[in-house]
């Protein structure tokens, strides 16, 4: 399974490119002196407690005696299970601490990471159903939205953004919104009837985080900006 390692890296690496492309010479980060090297550090932080949340989120939601081990659980390339769930959870509660300790303009820095998960998931995904062998329904369908997510924030929401008329933070929490959607409609597909859909674990995470990012961007658009 060393082809779960491999499409990580991958996606790492593109994340990186597109993170140096929207944050170099960033007139936000430049006026609270952020280097783009700081942004860089805070990458390697971010994704490894990511990449552990990941892992102990897939235990969580989806367990087996394998995981309950300590290589069974680190070794995720041979005992393969990440969740884009537990990730994403885990990287945003790392990024807003490490933000406030140095001081990044927060809500900007969010949406640059955003806008680079944005730009990796479909290559990411389309490289997982390869080498899963994955080419079910739900899993082509999650690839479309990925698509479509893509070219709604490149094509739409950032040139938008470079004519400032997007708030700092709004794409991230559009980013939120669209991807626990994907997760829960491509979630549904799989498991098809609402018992199956109540049970399952990550289903419930997913509701919670898409109540909670629908309900600070309603108040980051029609009431106040984002002060975190």
């Not at 090297?37 to 990449?51: A, Q, W």
């Not at 390339?77 to 969740?83: A, M, N, R, T």
């Not at 109540?198 to 900006?225: A, C, D, G, T």
Request: hydrophobic share 55%.
């Amino acid at each position: 399974m060393t082809y779960f390692f491999i499409v990580l890296i991958i996606c790492f690496v593109l994340f990186l490119y597109k993170l140096y492309h929207l944050s170099v010479d960033d007139q936000a980060l430049i006026k609270k002196n952020v280097e783009i090297k700081d942004i860089f550090n805070s990458t390697l932080i971010v994704f490894l407690s990511g990449l552990f949340f990941a892992r102990f989120f897939y235990v969580i939601f989806y367990p087996d005696e394998i995981f309950y081990s300590v290589l069974g659980f680190l070794v995720f390339p041979y005992f393969p299970g990440l969740s884009l769930t537990g990730g994403i959870i885990g990287g945003a509660l790392t990024l807003l601490v490490y933000s406030k300790i140095k001081k990044f303009p927060t809500p900007r820095v969010f949406d640059f990471y955003a806008m680079a998960l944005v730009f990796v998931l479909p290559l990411g995904w389309l490289l997982f159903m390869i080498f899963s062998k994955d080419f079910s329904t739900g899993a082509t369908a999650r690839l479309v939205l990925y698509i479509l997510l893509f070219i709604g924030f490149n094509f739409f929401l950032y040139p938008k953004s470079t004519r400032f008329q997007l708030k700092d933070g709004t794409k991230s929490l559009i980013f939120l919104i669209f991807v626990t959607l994907i997760i829960l409609l491509t979630s549904a597909v799989n498991s098809p009837g609402l018992e199956a859909f109540r049970q399952s674990r990550e289903n419930i995470i997913n509701i919670i985080i898409l109540v909670v990012s629908i309900i600070f961007f309603i108040k980051q658009e029609f009431f106040q900006k984002l002060s975190f």
